[in-house]
């Protein structure tokens, strides 16, 4: 049988997972046409490909699901679960 602190563990772990994987959807969506914003504004449009569209869009889920991830576990009140006691 799990105790209460395993059970609110296994919630925190879910709700991070959950909070990450909506960030990486956003952040994917929102880092293409930012880049492509960014490029042409800067640098004109033969500095423009496919692949580094596709690229911004790796990076900017990544980061978008670590950023939000992170935000997320800091953001529940773990000593008040039992998690850090």
């Known amino acids: 049988m799990q105790t209460l602190s395993e059970?609110?563990?296994a919630d925190v772990e879910y709700l991070v997972r959950q909070?990450?994987?909506t960030g990486?959807?956003?952040s994917s969506l929102i880092a293409?046409?930012?880049y492509i914003v960014?490029?042409?504004a800067r640098k004109g449009r033969g500095?423009?490909?496919i692949n580094k569209i596709l690229r911004a869009t790796w990076i900017g889920g990544f980061?978008?699901?670590a950023i939000s991830g992170g935000g997320a576990y800091m953001g529940f009140p773990l000593d008040r679960l039992g998690i850090l006691t």
Request: glycine fraction near 4%; charged fraction near 10%; hydrophobic fraction near 45%.
């Open 19 to 21: 909070t990450m994987y």
């Open 24 to 26: 990486y959807q956003w």
């Open 63 to 65: 980061s978008g699901a």
């Open 7 to 9: 059970v609110r563990a």
């Open 47 to 49: 500095d423009l490909s």
């Open 32 to 34: 293409p046409p930012a």
């Open 38 to 40: 960014y490029i042409i």
